[in-house]
């Protein structure tokens, strides 16, 4: 069974700093797309970062970019989202997902909510004074 952790969830300060991470276990990430998104309270789930299956390629809702960066160790099988400059409107579940390379075109398709097959079950961050 293909199963994502997600872990590093918390309370802290705006303008502070948090780094997720999503360890995978039942298959190796080398193959696959990886994505974090969110959903704040009363909102819908939203993109936040995607990373490519190499880790060469990767990108940023317009919200986060410049202030987090996704990254991926394909050896520790794990995925991560540093977040610096933390804002209240930060403040959602966070979710990584994942989609075989070969399920699309273009590794960018399956960065969307629909594009992926493997969800986690999310992990909490709080923005807040």
């Known amino acids: 069974q293909l199963q994502l952790v997600e872990s590093g969830g918390g309370l802290v300060q705006p303008g502070g700093s948090l780094r997720l991470s999503c360890a995978a276990s039942?298959?190796?990430?080398?193959?696959?797309?990886i994505g974090w998104f969110r959903q704040a309270p009363g909102k819908e789930r939203e993109g936040v970062s995607c990373?490519?299956?190499?880790?060469?390629?990767?990108t940023y809702a317009d919200a986060v970019k410049g202030r987090f960066t996704i990254s991926r160790d394909n050896a520790k099988n794990t995925v991560y989202l540093q977040m610096n400059s933390l804002k209240p409107e930060d403040t959602a579940v966070y979710y990584c997902?994942?989609?075989?390379?070969?399920?699309?075109?273009?590794?960018?398709?399956?960065?969307?909510?629909?594009?992926?097959?493997?969800w986690g079950k999310g992990t909490l961050v709080t923005v807040s004074s």
């Open positions: 997902a994942a989609v075989h390379i070969a399920r699309h075109s273009r590794w960018i398709l399956g960065c969307a909510d629909g594009g992926m097959d493997y």
């Open positions: 039942g298959f190796t990430l080398d193959y696959y797309v």
């Open positions: 990373i490519s299956n190499s880790g060469g390629a990767t």
